[in-house]
């Protein structure tokens, strides 16, 4: 059985979003996690932590179950079961596919999970990487893994209306002097200049004419077939990746999903490199939320202070307090709590724009710098964010949390000139809304 050193709670999350069969994390103790479809199935939790115990988990990476539904119809699944760690603690993945698809479920599983392993690596190593070009490189490398027919790749760099390449693999020396007017590149022509989706193809050859690219191949292998993805940091849009074949329609909608998700992980794990300092001791993130960290949000406050005395200028501080945060820890456990702070913190990082500041504050509380906008409209935002994590509860074991949180917001420089007084004015405006809720 194959071993993987380590897995998170995103990682489940991430996965799950991309697996669509039942599936669940568990052993002989516990079900850490599990989805909606397998809660579907009706099985219980104690049968999962006794089929933990039995040897055929142990002794085999796949093996069949019949089930019997409450209409007494016998259903046959294959579990394909993969040995995980969260926090040192040894679990099972396992997935359940319909025994009449096992050859097809099966693959698309083993190349999914093919897929999140190689993800990880990208995350675990990039990060230690000095140079931005090495760590490029290093993704595409591992991208050309998880797409069967791929034989070459390159990751272009938006820099001045032109597509600059930053890192190729199976591509002569040539290319690195190669510039794409950004409006001629595949990937804006097939979204209508919206750059926001991956596209596919497998005729490259009217590109081709225009501009000739020579392969590591020789000069009869020229580009067939192409996989093109925008990378996007925080909502700027950064450049693109292409993994291209010399076979003509190379490239399936499996190979589009997957491409799907090696996209998102290499936007985070770009992120995490950008993100992280050098130097350990001065990190700039919180290493569950990969938000700013108090330090660094200090240190960002000072610019933004500055900034808006040169240009006379209003910012808003918002103090945000999780609902409810010890309950959670203490009837569901850390792991819950620790979702729930990844799902705010989430949501609220993604609906801010590129030149916000969010920052982890303290264990439930996240602090954030709001400029370009009013205050009207920044209440509008964080009461949007409300609902949506209100209505969409995380599923966690055989139980539902409802996500919320409380926010305060001081202005600066009306409502003071320095962090502690704004920070304090927002926090007694954040405590005030939580007293009067309780009244009501």
């Known amino acids: 059985m194959e071993i993987i050193k380590r897995m998170t709670l995103a990682d489940a999350l991430q996965l799950n979003k991309f697996i669509p069969y ?42 069949e179950l019949n089930l019997t ?43 999914m999970c093919e897929l999140r392993d190689l993800m990880l690596e990208i995350n675990n190593s990039i990060i230690t990487m000095s140079d931005l070009n090495e760590a490029l490189k290093f ?29 190729y693999v199976g591509f002569t020396k040539e290319l690195e002097e190669f510039l794409l007017p950004y409006k ?7 979204t ?12 490259f050859q009217d590109f081709e004419r ?25 909502e700027a849009f950064m450049g693109m990746i292409n993994i291209d074949s010399t076979i003509t329609d190379a490239f399936n909608e499996d190979d589009i999903k997957a491409m799907e998700f090696v996209r998102s992980n290499i936007e985070l794990a770009i992120t995490n490199h950008l993100a992280y300092s050098h130097n350990a001791s001065q990190s700039k993130h919180d290493s569950l939320t990969q938000l700013y960290n108090r330090y660094f949000f200090a240190e960002q406050f000072k ?44 949501e609220i990082f993604r609906n801010s724009s590129s030149k916000d500041i969010i920052a982890r504050f303290g264990g439930d509380e996240f602090v954030g710098i709001f400029l370009n906008t009013t205050i009207e409209a920044l209440e509008l935002l964080l009461d949007t964010i409300k609902l949506k994590l209100e209505a969409d509860p995380i599923d966690y074991q055989t139980s539902q949390i409802t996500p919320s949180f409380t926010y305060g917001i001081s202005t600066f420089p009306d409502d003071g000139c320095e962090l502690t007084e704004l920070v304090k004015v927002a926090d007694e405006r954040m405590y005030t809304k939580k007293r009067l809720r309780t009244k009501i």
């Open 22 to 63: 039942p599936m669940v994390i568990y052993n002989h103790e516990r079900v850490l996690f599990s989805n909606t479809l397998f809660r579907e199935l009706s099985i219980s939790n104690t049968y999962m932590m006794k089929y933990a115990q039995s040897n055929m988990v142990e002794e085999s990476n796949s093996t």
């Open 69 to 111: 539904n409450e209409n007494d119809k016998v259903r046959s699944f294959v579990l394909k079961n993969q040995k995980v760690y969260f926090d040192d603690e040894e679990f099972f993945l396992t997935f359940f596919t319909y025994n009449t698809e096992n050859e097809a479920q099966g693959a698309k599983l083993v190349k």
């Open 139 to 167: 993704i595409l490398e591992n991208a050309l893994k998880a797409i069967g027919k791929a034989s070459m790749g390159t990751v272009f760099i938006l820099e001045n209306n032109n597509f600059k390449v930053a890192s």
């Open 184 to 190: 001629d590149a595949f990937l804006y022509v097939a």
């Open 192 to 203: 209508d200049g919206k750059m926001d989706r991956i596209v596919s193809t497998g005729n």
């Open 210 to 234: 225009r501009y000739p690219i020579k392969t590591g191949f020789g000069d009869g292998s020229l580009i067939q077939s192409t996989i093109s993805s925008p990378i996007y940091i925080k």
């Open 303 to 346: 610019m933004v202070k500055e900034n808006a005395i040169s240009n006379k200028e209003k910012f808003f501080v918002v103090m945000v307090d999780i609902d409810g945060l010890k309950s959670i820890n203490d009837e569901h456990g850390h792991l819950a709590g620790d979702m729930v702070i990844v799902r705010i913190s989430s």
